[in-house]
């Protein structure tokens, strides 16, 4: 398999959103949650999330545990995943903490048109990557794989998500539901409406089911016997 092995993870409330309209941004996990997060985060080579989370959210995307960093280190490793994007206009900040947090690779993928004009605004604080017009997914994770990104977690948001499911490039999908409801029209759901294969005819596999706390962790295997036998996080 010319890609990586990927991990798809988010939280959610019962209705199927990663967020609420607030300003402020929702709550869905707990301690003990993150502490699962930062320990797949550990194991990836490389995290990915979209220009948009970067956007709205600023997240630092480095592994938080001392502990994890160190066995990292001592395994040859950085002590933190590679940071990667995909942005189809270049509108991501340069001095957002996905750029300034940590010291690993990053890399931003967008599409070739307009690739002189994110490299000229990023090409300072990242790799920047042409990927087709549109961009093509294939070609982004090839080129990862290429580069030793064997393990990618993807944190979303939905747009990244609905991209990944519906591409069926998703080995693990890893889904935390928070036990309440956002019942808000507008506010960001895990996935946008698109074709899956993961669909009535093709279901996915549940491979473990875990209670944390209130909330409760499944992860599926989306691809199901289609797999091609490489061992994920689980």
């Given at each position: 398999?010319?890609?990586?092995?990927?991990?798809?993870?988010?939280?959610?409330?019962?209705?199927?959103?990663?967020?609420?309209?607030?300003?402020?941004?929702?709550?869905?996990?707990?301690?003990?949650?993150?502490?699962?997060?930062?320990?797949?985060?550990?194991?990836?080579?490389?995290?990915?999330?979209?220009?948009?989370?970067?956007?709205?959210d600023d997240p630092r995307l480095l592994v938080r545990s001392a502990e994890r960093?160190?066995?990292?280190?001592?395994?040859?490793?950085?002590?933190?995943?590679?940071?990667?994007?995909?942005?189809?206009?270049?509108?991501?900040?340069?001095?957002?903490?996905?750029?300034?947090?940590?010291?690993?690779?990053?890399?931003?993928?967008?599409?070739?048109?307009?690739?002189?004009?994110?490299?000229s605004k990023l090409g300072g604080v990242a790799t920047v990557v042409g990927a087709?017009?549109?961009?093509?997914?294939?070609?982004?994770?090839?080129?990862?794989?290429?580069?030793?990104?064997?393990?990618?977690?993807?944190?979303?948001?939905?747009?990244?998500?609905?991209?990944?499911?519906?591409?069926?490039?998703?080995?693990?999908?890893?889904?935390?539901?928070?036990?309440?409801?956002?019942?808000?029209?507008?506010?960001?759901?895990?996935?946008?409406?698109?074709?899956?294969?993961?669909?009535?005819?093709?279901?996915?596999?549940?491979?473990?089911?875990?209670?944390?706390?209130?909330?409760?962790?499944?992860?599926?295997?989306?691809?199901?016997?289609?797999?091609?036998g490489r061992t994920g996080h689980g």
């Amino acid at each position: 398999m010319d890609r990586p092995y990927v991990i798809a993870s988010a939280a959610v409330s019962l209705d199927g959103y990663i967020d609420d309209v607030a300003e402020a941004r929702l709550i869905l996990s707990d301690e003990e949650d993150l502490d699962r997060v930062d320990d797949v985060r550990a194991w990836a080579d490389a995290v990915l999330v979209g220009a948009n989370t970067i956007r709205t959210d600023d997240p630092r995307l480095l592994v938080r545990s001392a502990e994890r960093r160190r066995a990292r280190v001592a395994a040859g490793r950085p002590e933190t995943p590679a940071k990667v994007t995909l942005t189809r206009c270049g509108k991501v900040d340069p001095g957002a903490r996905f750029f300034t947090a940590g010291d690993t690779a990053r890399f931003v993928y967008t599409c070739d048109s307009t690739l002189d004009e994110v490299r000229s605004k990023l090409g300072g604080v990242a790799t920047v990557v042409g990927a087709g017009d549109p961009l093509e997914l294939p070609r982004m994770l090839a080129d990862l794989h290429g580069r030793g990104i064997e393990r990618l977690m993807v944190e979303g948001g939905g747009a990244v998500h609905t991209l990944f499911l519906s591409a069926d490039v998703v080995d693990e999908l890893h889904m935390v539901y928070a036990p309440f409801f956002v019942g808000q029209r507008d506010a960001p759901r895990f996935v946008n409406p698109a074709d899956f294969p993961q669909g009535p005819t093709s279901r996915m596999t549940l491979a473990e089911t875990r209670r944390i706390g209130n909330l409760v962790f499944l992860r599926y295997l989306p691809r199901g016997d289609r797999r091609n036998g490489r061992t994920g996080h689980g």
